[in-house]
């Protein structure tokens, strides 16, 4: 049984395009997160949703939104795609608050060409 | 501001050496420490925590940490690597109160036959 999942694993797109990822947790989390990594495996947080409730929103262009349509599910949209969102982008959940452990998503790697 | 510091952004060592990867954060209360492991292609899983108590934490793997609060530290260490612990490790801070955890850029491990 995958805790976390995502999908897809692999998103290869073309500039200007629009994409989703999807994320689903089968732990019966309040919390979920976006993450951004990149090439050098930096890790930055973009939101996070407590309760379907938006409790982070960092400095994120707003070509980004995030969609939560339950407690077990984040969605990631993308609109206008451009070169520097090619990145890593992991889903990750936690029982509610901070110092309660993450549990990550295997990751979709978004190209953008 | 909260932050995470990882001094290194790799480190080889041979298998059955010993291991020591450094952490130092900057909160003003009693941080919950976390370090994560990231394989390659992989998301991140957590290895060990600390939130209070005892500041020799174990974890997964073999790993333990120690906690040391006068160096703001939270060290980890292994006794004796194996080549499968090549990856990508994290050191983690969050915070009470807060829903964001905060991770440092990470330091490469290489262990080399």
């Known amino acids: 049984d995958t805790a976390v999942s995502q999908t897809p694993k692999y998103l290869v797109t073309q500039m200007g395009n629009d994409k989703s990822i999807k994320c689903e947790q089968n732990l019966g989390h309040d919390t979920m997160y976006w993450y951004k990594q990149d090439s050098k495996k930096f890790l930055k947080i973009m939101f996070s949703y407590n309760n379907k409730e938006l409790i982070i929103n960092e400095t994120v262009p707003n070509r980004f939104s995030p969609k939560s349509p339950d407690k077990a599910h984040l969605n990631l949209h993308i609109n206008s795609l451009e070169l520097g969102d090619s990145a890593v982008y992991f889903c990750?959940?936690?029982?509610?608050?901070?110092?309660?452990?993450?549990?990550f998503g295997p990751g979709t790697r978004l190209t953008v060409l | 501001a909260q932050s995470v510091t990882q001094p290194d952004i790799h480190i080889t060592v041979s298998e059955g050496a010993s291991l020591e990867l450094r952490c130092n954060y900057s909160y003003g209360a009693t941080p919950y420490l976390f370090w994560y492991v990231q394989s390659p292609g992989q998301g991140l899983q957590l290895l060990l925590k600390?939130?209070?108590?005892?500041?020799l934490v174990q974890g997964i793997k073999g790993f333990e940490a120690e906690f040391k609060r006068s160096q703001s530290s939270f060290n980890l260490r292994k006794p004796s690597v194996h080549w499968s612990d090549a990856a990508e490790y994290f050191c983690a801070v969050g915070y009470t109160g807060g829903f964001k955890t905060i991770f440092g850029a990470g330091t490469r491990l290489f262990v080399k036959a």
């Open positions: 990750a959940s936690s029982p509610s608050t901070s110092y309660n452990e993450q549990f």
């Open positions: 600390y939130f209070s108590g005892d500041t």
